[in-house]
């Protein structure tokens, strides 16, 4: 095949439409996925189609109106430029980052194009269209350098594919400021100009794979997430709130920073599920979870570690604020979950607290934790038992304190 001009620029068009064809296909069938990535998908799906029509519409020029290859055809390309970081801030982030974008900047054009000195001007029209799909890409770079972390190799990919989105259009523009040509036409027969076509026409294919690419990503780390949350709970379970908490104990062990582990479990859940349904318990542990989360204070980190038993870790604490920590959840589920079940059910919890330095490992401060809240258990419940885990024989609760226990006394 010869790479001729209007060879290469036949074969931008198709790879424009097909690649909107293939999108719009994705969007439309996958439906198992979340539908934010399928309207990030059509978003760039309705991009390419504008710019395939624009390429068909230039294409025409000689033979159609200038107001239509002219005027017409590079609105839809610049609303189409507008169209691509929106579609990737949704993709990737959920929300529309630049809704105002390709408005303003068709807007822009179409007040531009009235005018004759900027209409009969082809240095000016090529600035502005350029300038504007530079601003695009350089947005579209943006989006991706914020998930860089999250999701490398797209990131990185797509980053190289604007990138030579951005060095085309500068080429474009260097060209036309250097070299003055008749028509726009002439400017395509350039050497330089009919090498960043096909460079144009290489990051086209290479968009659409890094955004294949990208999605794989998401969705394995989406993946991996809910491996390691509870889906009942949405907190970290076993595995991740350990694997937090060695990272943070790790970086407290040279200074031997003080913290407590807190381990938290509900009254009888068993017999309210046989009293009330699993919904009711259900409901009970996200309860729990939600008041764990807003009652202990912003340095604390809060985990399910077992079917019914959630944890707490606190640096920077001692004992008395760890039992006043524990005090107040457990205060606060009692007064929300009977005030939900309309008074019909009073429910309370057993702590049980280890506080130490980061000297020692979390396996032995979940040890003495377990050890203290089987304690609270066996004591009736509604306890907070505390430990420091210094002995090296059995283990024996240095404190024993019932969460209403104060409270009822002051009021007495």
């Known amino acids: 095949m010869h790479l001729d001009t209007p060879t290469l620029f ?20 996958l439906r198992s996925l979340p539908k934010h990535i399928r309207l990030g998908w059509a978003g760039w799906s309705v991009a390419m189609l504008l710019s395939g029509t624009c390429a068909s519409l230039i294409g025409l020029r000689g033979t159609a109106p200038d107001f239509v290859s002219i005027g017409v055809a590079n609105a839809l390309m610049i609303f189409g ?9 949704l993709l990737n982030a959920e929300r529309l980052r630049y809704p105002w974008l390709p408005f303003a900047a068709t807007f822009g054009w179409i007040a531009l194009y009235q005018v004759p000195w900027f209409r009969d001007d082809l240095i000016l029209r090529v600035l502005y269209i350029n300038i504007f799909s530079i601003l695009a890409m350089a947005l579209c770079i943006r989006e991706c350098w914020l998930q860089h972390k999250v999701q490398f190799i797209s990131s990185w990919f797509l980053i190289g594919v604007f990138g030579v989105d951005i060095m085309i259009r500068l080429n474009m523009i260097m060209l036309n400021l250097t070299t003055h040509f008749p028509t726009f036409k002439d400017a395509f027969q350039t050497p330089s100009l009919q090498f960043g076509m096909v460079a144009l026409l290489t990051a086209v294919v290479f968009k659409i ?9 998401q969705m394995k780390g989406h993946y991996q997430e809910q491996a390691l949350v509870d889906a009942l709970t949405g907190l ?11 990272s943070k104990l790790d970086g407290m062990k040279r200074d031997a920073k003080a913290y407590a582990l807190v381990t938290l479990e509900i009254d009888g859940l068993q017999s309210i599920n046989d009293r009330f349904g699993h919904s009711m318990g259900e409901a009970l542990m996200r309860l729990l979870g939600r008041i764990c989360q807003e009652t202990a204070p912003s340095r604390a980190q809060v985990g399910l570690i077992r079917q019914n038993q ?3 870790f606190v640096p920077e604490t001692d004992q008395t604020e760890a039992g006043a920590i524990a005090k107040r959840i457990s205060r606060t589920l009692t007064v929300e979950s009977k005030r939900a079940a309309g008074k019909r059910l009073t429910v309370t919890l057993s702590c049980g607290v280890f506080c130490g330095d980061a000297t020692t490992a979390f396996d032995r401060a979940l040890e003495v934790a377990d050890h203290c809240l089987s304690k609270a ?28 226990a104060t409270r009822q006394q002051a009021s007495a």
């Open 10 to 29: 036949t074969a931008i068009t198709v790879a424009y439409y097909t690649g909107a064809l293939v999108l719009g296909i994705m969007a439309f069938a």
């Open 81 to 89: 430029f507008g169209i691509r970081p929106n579609a990737l801030s």
């Open 209 to 217: 794979v890094g955004l294949g690419i990208a999605v794989f990503e």
């Open 236 to 246: 970290p379970n076993r595995r991740a709130f350990e694997s937090s908490i060695q």
């Open 310 to 312: 959630f944890a707490l």
């Open 377 to 404: 258990r066996a004591q009736g419940g509604n306890r907070i038992v505390a430990n420091n885990g210094q002995e090296t024989g059995p283990l024996v609760p240095e404190t024993v304190l019932s969460p209403f």
